[in-house]
């Protein structure tokens, strides 16, 4: 007879609870959430005129007199359940700024639209998937004598895939700080498209935003080379943004040209080092600036939210780059569960922290992310929705109306957060439930449009 694990037993004690019932309405209510933040306290509701109390809640009478609530992380290594809920509103965020919806109108479909990625600079060559590795005839070697070339046919997800031909050769300084630097190369990319949209007009560029505004939703994905590379929906508007039509002269094609050109112009330079130098820090040399086109050629718009939506819930362990959870000293770096190519970028930025010309950009709180501390998902004010919004309908949908005239009086605490073996066992088969429901809901709507 199989002995039972700790697991199951820990579920049986659950399920034999007499208020398991209303355990479950909570675990269910989370949606399966896999770290579940446990808080005791009470809300009363009381009209604002009489005094009188109109609603009143209080953990007393809960299981373990306890309430649980959504962790809310979006990487589904740490939540599955809350990752996908996160993945979810990102697409619906990103596609109401690509063909409306959300309070945005749907004209913004018929806009200069771009689907654009700008990639990280080489650092040094690395070990690539596909066809021959990088083949060479001469068959020649670096200084440090190792190969510059490989004929390996590479699987894509073979180990060695983005890892140095020689980490002796591998700038892993400039990647470090490059990382510390992408969002500022970012703001002033963005800074100057629109400074060359307003030339190409012939406007002044300081009145750039009497004629047009410049609106994006961007997310960061890690690639296998632990380099980030950004994705974007880049959209030309009117001055007053998602509600206006940009002028006459905004064309996909001008903002296309102002695009590419401006990626390989913006620069970034690093603080003035004596260990390393000063640095001038660009985007890589692959470019793609692809028009969404409201006849339906092109990507799909649903495609690329769906592709947005998808690496927002990324980290950096998906691609093996970097960890979840801050890196308290030094010797954490050796335990971390990375390859030597992320190990040897998590000590560049454990010792260039060190430096005090380097002490803005933190890179010791930020190694356990090789250095980079932007947003995995930012976007411009007048892209489109806002999660807040998209949190607080479906509150609306599920039932939770605020008052008229009503004063909330809220008194909480943190007790704690996760879930037993067992509890655990049981909310993943409630995520995965309500997951498989969601999807034969989604193929049934589609099979209805279809007909």
Wanted: charged share 25%.
């Amino acid at each position: 007879m199989r002995q039972l694990s700790e697991a199951d037993r820990d579920a049986i004690r659950i399920a034999q609870d007499p208020k398991f019932p209303r355990w479950l309405e909570q675990v269910t209510a989370t949606g399966g959430c896999a770290r579940p933040v446990h808080l005791s306290g009470s809300t009363t509701t009381l009209d604002g005129g009489t005094g009188e109390i109109l609603q009143h809640y209080d953990t007393r009478d809960e299981p373990g007199e306890r309430l649980l609530v959504r962790c809310r992380n979006r990487r589904a290594t740490v939540c599955p359940a809350c990752s996908r809920l996160h993945a979810g509103d990102t697409f619906h965020l990103v596609r109401a700024g690509l063909l409306g919806g959300k309070n945005v109108p749907e004209s913004v479909r018929h806009r200069p639209r771009l689907f654009v990625t700008l990639t990280a600079p080489s650092f040094g060559p690395v070990h690539r998937a596909g066809e021959q590795c990088r083949p060479r005839r001469d068959g020649g070697t670096c200084e440090h004598g190792r190969p510059t070339g490989c004929r390996t046919v590479h699987a894509s997800d073979a180990p060695v895939v983005g890892q140095p031909l020689c980490p002796d050769c591998y700038d892993y300084t400039a990647h470090v700080l490059w990382h510390a630097h992408a969002s500022k190369l970012w703001d002033r990319f963005v800074i100057d498209v629109r400074r060359r949209l307003a030339s190409s007009a012939g406007l002044v560029q300081s009145h750039f935003a009497r004629h047009a505004r410049l609106s994006f939703a961007r997310v960061a994905e890690y690639q296998k080379r632990a380099a980030v590379h950004v994705h974007a929906v880049v959209r030309l508007d009117g001055p007053d943004g998602s509600e206006d039509d940009p002028p006459d002269w905004g064309t996909a094609e001008l903002l296309s040209g102002a695009v590419r050109a401006s990626a390989f112009r913006v620069v970034v330079r690093t603080p003035h080092s004596p260990a390393v130098g000063e640095m001038t820090l660009r985007w890589g040399a692959q470019v793609d600036a692809r028009s969404l086109l409201p006849d339906g050629e092109g990507p799909d718009d649903d495609a690329v939210a769906a592709y947005v939506a998808k690496y927002v819930t990324k980290g950096a362990t998906d691609t093996g780059a970097g960890t979840d959870y801050p890196l308290a000293t030094e010797g954490d770096i050796a335990s971390a569960p990375v390859n030597d190519h992320v190990r040897s970028l998590m000590r560049i930025c454990w010792s260039l922290g060190g430096l005090p010309e380097f002490e803005p950009l933190r890179l010791r709180a930020w190694a356990h992310t090789l250095g980079y501390r932007g947003h995995i998902l930012t976007k411009s004010r007048a892209y489109s929705t806002t999660y807040g919004v998209l949190r607080a309908e479906r509150a609306r949908h599920a039932g939770y109306v605020d008052l008229p005239d009503a004063i909330t009086e809220r008194q909480w605490r943190y007790v704690g957060s996760g879930h037993t073996p067992g509890a655990a066992h049981i909310a993943a088969g409630i995520a995965d439930d309500l997951a498989e429901s969601r999807c034969l809901a989604l193929e049934a709507q589609r099979e209805r449009e279809r007909h």
